[in-house]
């Protein structure tokens, strides 16, 4: 009797010293469930249905998937030139990202200075205000065309207007926005150890060398983490092509989240919209487990 009531008394001291924890991750929880899940779900259903918004969802069952793959023609476009897109723009981003972090592994005076200004443009990069100089610099008239005539280019190239150069002025804004890449690249350059530069030198090995048989294999656990955060946000990338082309000319930079969003709100196919969101959640899946699945065969741990 007297060790139940030890033990009662212990298992409420236990739960009055979690209580502030939970009080803490409350508003996340919260916030997590009415912001994330209940809209997922809401979301799942209505992919189901014939939903405009404005009228009660009819359930349809799976109609609008059997629409997406038989009979959307633009879907097929649309994921071409949303995965033509992220295919080039997130190799270019992850080794811009890497040369730049090689650059400031220096610790200088201005160190701090060149970090900020080079993580810049991943905060204003997707901004609506960025956007729009982007599209007036591409213009036929814009800046890029007279810094080509000023160096004796005789160049009047409409970049935005022609289906082969549009969707290159897009990737080369996503490849500008290297910023986040380039910290989390320096973070795992520090933790190379010195020693084993000291004792490739000793050695005999040269720069490549050293890059491509110390930098490089220890810095796979890195290369992994950003090509994942940065597949994930390619395959979202919306704002380029909402505020520079508008998916023109010809749909040629119609980004699959642009496309989303006109289906849902301009033609007022909620439901329809909802299918598309939940095809791309499957295949973003999809192609991070196949990254997991294959981090064997190239990604080095230490622990390993």
């Known amino acids: ?81 949303t995965f033509r897109y992220v295919i080039f723009a997130v190799p270019l981003r992850l080794a811009m990202a890497l040369m730049i972090a090689m650059l400031l592994l220096r610790n200088t ?10 993580y810049l443009p991943s905060v204003i990069g997707a901004s609506v205000a960025v956007a729009l100089l982007w599209r007036r610099m591409w213009s036929k008239d814009g800046v890029v065309n007279l810094l080509m005539q000023a160096v004796g280019i005789n160049s009047t190239v409409p970049w935005l207007g022609q289906e082969s150069t549009a969707i290159w002025t897009l990737i080369i804004l996503a490849v500008w926005q290297f910023g986040s890449s380039m910290l989390i690249f320096l973070s795992g350059l520090k933790q190379i150890p010195v020693a084993l530069y000291e004792s490739a030198t000793i ?9 491509f048989k110390i930098t490089l294999p220890m810095l796979t656990p890195t290369i992994f983490f950003n090509l994942i955060n940065q597949l994930i946000s390619g395959f979202m990338a919306f704002t380029q092509s909402y505020i520079i082309t508008q998916g023109k000319p010809r749909n040629s930079t119609l980004f699959y989240a642009y496309y989303m969003y ?10 329809y919209g909802c299918a598309l969101a ?7 899946g999809l192609l991070t487990f196949v990254l997991f699945r294959t981090q064997k065969l190239w990604v080095y741990y230490e622990t390993e």
Not at 203 to 211: E, L, S, V
Request: glycine fraction near 8%; charged fraction near 15%.
């Open 262 to 271: 006109q289906n849902s709100f301009q033609f007022s196919k909620m439901g």
């Open 1 to 81: 009797m007297k060790e139940k009531k030890v033990r009662e008394r212990r298992h409420r001291t236990i739960g009055n010293q979690n209580v502030p924890g939970y009080l803490f991750i409350a508003p996340f929880i919260i916030g997590f469930s009415c912001f994330t899940i209940i809209p997922m779900l809401m979301s799942l259903y209505y992919s189901f249905t014939q939903y405009d918004i404005y009228n009660p969802p009819q359930w349809i069952g799976v109609q609008n998937y059997i629409t997406m793959f038989t009979s959307d023609a633009l879907f097929k476009k649309v994921f071409g030139v």
């Open 203 to 211: 050695d005999g090995a040269n720069g490549p060398q050293r890059f």
């Open 109 to 118: 005076k201005l160190s701090g200075f060149y970090r900020a200004a080079y």
């Open 278 to 284: 939940w095809i791309m959640v499957l295949f973003v």
